[in-house]
């Protein structure tokens, strides 16, 4: 499979396809298709954020958070890894690192258009780590 990647096959493509995979229930597919581009292309960020919204989307939350994580370290202002981390920083009960990704994401992306729901979504978790009090990371 590696061989078809490197002739040429643009991401974008492979990506559609592992998208289109995942919402026929082919998760595995699309987790392999996406794992395989990324041996061939170890530093695409978009990759790796890929990989996290379909580990994301099967609920496996420990794994989107190490692939969004690799995604940041690769393109460290990628917002929508970072507000895709948040959320998943969130479901494994880490508020205070949700909260600093949210905040973070607001400043990446401003106007963003949901930027009034992060901001109550903040709050929210604020009052469930006790008013921002967890010195948890």
Do not use: C, W
Request: hydrophobic share 40%; net charge positive; glycine share 4%.
């Amino acid at each position: 499979a590696k061989a078809t990647y490197r002739q040429g096959i643009p991401i974008d493509l492979l990506t559609n396809y592992a998208t289109l995979l995942k919402r026929d229930g082919q998760s595995d597919r699309a987790e392999s298709i996406l794992r395989t581009a990324i041996s061939v292309n170890p530093d695409d960020a978009t990759l790796h954020y890929n990989l996290g919204n379909l580990y994301s989307a099967t609920e496996k939350h420990v794994e989107a958070e190490q692939a969004y994580g690799e995604a940041l370290r690769l393109k460290p202002n990628f917002s929508k890894a970072t507000y895709n981390l948040a959320l998943v920083e969130a479901k494994l009960d880490k508020p205070q690192r949700a909260i600093e990704l949210l905040q973070q994401y607001l400043q990446l992306e401003p106007m963003a258009d949901n930027a009034k729901a992060v901001k109550a979504y903040i709050q929210t978790l604020q009052a469930a780590a006790g008013n921002g009090a967890s010195t948890r990371k």
